[in-house]
């Protein structure tokens, strides 16, 4: 019978798993001040045979190039694979997208130049995350002991679906959260290592991103709510006896959280819905402003995005349509 130990780094979980002959490490864990310490004195003087990153966010892979470094190969799911590789806003063409979509929603003049000054100031923050010195300060230092660093790094082997990456783990995709999303699931145990797709308490909210590069689409942004949620219903059609979750404590009702993280997404657009037919023909920013009047200045990433997703979805389902940049509700 495999065993879990879990490792708490901060805001984060890893979790090393082992089956008597192996050990695989669930996320890299992310790069703070202090962080290799805790991982070399909790899993002791055994490395693993290999570190699987749910994905390439930089607290789940941000310790990558130091595994590597070690001799451990990192994996990596393939559309995740440009999330390492450099820093986030690096390419310029990347950059010039994100403030295209700042322009795009409807933003009134000062807020739309304050996003993104913003997206320069973040671009700058990454690129000190990667390359400078020391841990560059990210004004959340409270969910880790210092900022978080995120060194560049190419994983040694990538992963699509059903491959096994040792002890008993196979590889799931589950897109939307990234790209390149997965969670790892032992069949025999009946467990779930969910990363940041399922979470006890919270429903991760959706971002504003890219898809991978070479995806083939002439639309650069991925769909990330819409995806996350048919993550969900993929993963609501199996039986998990535990799920270890890349944030707050492992759990025992994984079924009965998955469809509350469902029925919280499909009432959210229901709301959605409703604000769109009250407001008849709204930009996204206007919509925004309509259902988070007091917080959507302050929050306008997490508001835009998460509105945004809802919208997607509804779109996808056939109730709402875009016409010159405004939203409508069909029929």
Same mark, same amino acid.
């Given at each position: ?125 990454? +690129?000190?995350? &990667?390359? /400078? ?7 959340? @230092?409270?969910?880790? *002991?210092?900022? =978080? $660093? ?124 409703? +604000?769109?037919? &009250?407001? /008849? ?7 925004? @402003?309509?259902?988070? *009047?007091?917080? =959507? $200045? ?34």
């Amino acid at each position: 019978m495999a065993s879990v130990q879990h490792i708490r780094l901060g805001y984060n979980n890893v979790y090393a798993v082992d089956d008597g002959g192996g050990r695989v490490l669930v996320d890299t864990g992310p790069d703070y001040l202090g962080a290799r310490d805790v991982l070399r004195a909790g899993l002791g003087e055994r490395l693993p045979d290999a570190v699987v990153a749910t994905h390439g966010h930089l607290d789940h892979a941000g310790l990558g190039a130091f595994w590597q470094l070690l001799g451990v190969p990192v994996v990596l799911g393939a559309e995740d694979v440009h999330l390492a590789a450099a820093p986030q806003l690096a390419a310029p063409e990347e950059f010039e997208a994100f403030v295209a979509y700042v322009r795009s929603v409807g933003a009134p003049p000062d807020v739309r130049d304050e996003v993104i000054a913003g997206l320069s100031v973040r671009r700058s923050w990454a +690129q000190r995350a &990667a390359h /400078g010195e020391g841990y560059p300060s990210m004004g959340r @230092e409270h969910r880790w *002991p210092s900022g =978080l $660093r995120y060194q560049p790094f190419t994983p040694r082997r990538v992963v699509q679906s059903g491959d096994a990456v040792g002890c008993g783990l196979r590889v799931l995709p589950c897109p939307g959260h990234t790209p390149g999303n997965l969670v790892l699931i032992s069949e025999a145990e009946g467990w779930l290592f969910s990363g940041d797709q399922l979470l006890p308490e919270i429903t991760p909210t959706p971002a504003i991103q890219g898809r991978a590069p070479g995806h083939g689409s002439g639309d650069w942004r991925l769909r990330s709510l819409s995806e996350f949620y048919r993550s969900l219903q993929q993963l609501n059609r199996s039986t998990f006896s535990r799920c270890f979750p890349g944030h707050g404590e492992p759990f025992d009702d994984v079924g009965a959280v998955i469809e509350a993280n469902i029925a919280q997404i499909e009432q959210r657009s229901e709301r959605v819905a409703e +604000q769109l037919s &009250a407001l /008849g023909s709204p930009t996204l920013y206007g919509l925004c @402003e309509a259902l988070y *009047p007091r917080a =959507l $200045r302050r929050r306008f990433w997490q508001i835009v995005a998460t509105v945004q997703g809802h919208c997607d979805l509804l779109e996808a389902e056939g109730r709402v349509r875009v016409v010159d940049g405004r939203y409508e509700v069909v029929g």
